[in-house]
DNA sequence: GATGAATGAGTGTTCATTCAT
DNA sequence: GATGAATGAACACTCATTCAT
């Protein structure tokens, strides 16, 4: 009994193992620049052994979305202890600003994966980014309806675009700053709500 | 003596072929999907004769770059011909608009192709779309200030970061309705500026 | 004791479920398209357990051979009841020819599997699948010997020659017919035997 | 010009060149075991080259089928120059024997090809291998017809169902004797025609 | 004796790039 | 300068077989 949970427990592992090591190494290289061999190196796994934890390519990418699905909920389920809806905003924001350098050198790992993903003909794995990002929209309006924002759908598109873009820019320019620059003016923005009928972006 | 004349006209002709080919398909399927043999097929120049235009598929890539640069001059000097710089900004963003279906299904060209690129461990032809990118800032920059708005590098990193969040989402989302949102807000953001000191998005 | 009684039981049983599912799935699929892994499920038993059964994958070709050769004894047990040699003979026939759909999808089972084993450069298995024929036509043999005919073994040949023949082309054409036909030719023939000296085919 | 012709020709015979050596190790070694690069050996051809004249191993297989057809086509167009469609029958089954050797070794090319082909769930090459066998029988049953021997279809089934039944034989046993006992028995078969209602098989 | 997991050699296929004419 | 063909180094994926427990 034991054992097999031992054994159970290993192989949940090395599938977290190579999950994880999938979630890395694309972001890092992108999907099409990324060989399998790769990723089971980095993961320390034969190339053999990963068919045997995932039938395709597809389904690595399909779980290293997922990973990143988890990290989020685990940096919202974070967010979610403070007490102020807009401190969570604000939180999740210095959060984006706090991870810039990574960011300058491989940008977003949704918001790269979902743009490489959505050109594809068959749009596979492609909608499941597209969720990833949706849920974090999701999040957001939430956390704008709390505090009483109107129209917290608008404001969540918004935000999260503006996280987005200021990513796709850091990255295309290899410049953290833009991170930080833009971080502050969200911030700004944010204070600036609720202060009036509010000019948006 | 015609006769060169004509075979140089007729080699640029089918560079430009090449490059415009380029532009698109590179668009279209991103850059590691691409095929050479795809590329030239759609120009309608033979595989093996690519190579005396592009030594290797990274020229060509660059190539593509330097077509959305020149895309991008064209709609900028036609854009300069408005008198007002706000007017020229807003010409802008219902350019950006006007393109939502296209965008919604490949993405922002430079943005997809700064992504794409940015990860390669020699940056490339990376530099190169990020030079696009900025030279966009740097006209929209030119802008504001032209409008005597404070501090215009920041609202132009504003602007252009919204343009790629938006493109990203509307991409990602496959919903041209993100640009259509994010496009009147943007409108609504410039009409905002110069009221005052400005809080800005 | 009961307990080993027991074990040995199931084992045997494990046994013969890997060995008719081999039969089975090597007669549907042909030798070198089916897997011990679609075997191993066939039988509800796990991949790796039928190593203890079987060292290679040639064995359990060749338990398959085997399970073909104990059902063609069946077979002519349940003839060999009928007094008359000729008798035996004509329901043979009719019992290829109630086989028609299944031939006409996947072959006699014996002649698919000979034809695709005696290509290999060692006759390991294709010897085997020769012996089972043999032995079909040692039994036809048998019957026209003793029903008096003159050269048995020739008219054994030419049975065993035409039923393969027949499963061949109902199986390349894909039509049971051809069963229906060649069987009712074969039965005229039969009867046509002892005539006199005979025209054999 | 004369270049262009000599380049179309040298490619022309690259590709019957790879046809050639696919026919012959398809036949020898079966579809599933042989390989690509096998077949690119025999022809001397660069494993890579194979792909610029066949898109996928399937294409070759029936490259393959298509060379055994017009090798049938020859041998058939040999014997029509025979003046009695019954003599070209008799030609026909002494090409048959002739080819003893071989067939014992590898089997009838076509009846085996189709045999392997037939099992696949989609039966993609194997339509193409009955065509062929398709093709023998109606030449077959012209020559009976022209013979004027009553229901030619039937007879030309019961030829061509006994030159695979006793090259299938030949085979399994390793026998080419086989060949040579049921040969004689078929043109034994054939002078038997037409000399009363005619015991067929 | 049973079993999920591991292993690694191969297989078809793709494609950027080069070559010969 | 143009072009069909050649080349070879990948790559994703499969599978018989072995291993550890």
Redesign the pocket.
Known sequence: MT?SV???T??AQ?RRRLTAAAARVLHEQGVER????GIAREAG?????V??YF????ELVRAALGEHRDRLDELTAGLDRLPAPRDRLRALIEAWVSERETTARYGCPLGTLAAELGKRADGTPAAEAGAVIRRLMDWAAAQFRAWDVPDPDAHALTLVSAYQGMSLLAHALRDPAVMTREGARLLRWLDSLRAGPGVSP
């Open positions: 054992n031992d054994r159970r290993q192989a090395k990324t060989t399998l061999a796994v034969p190339v053999g052994n068919y045997y039938k395709t390519k597809d």
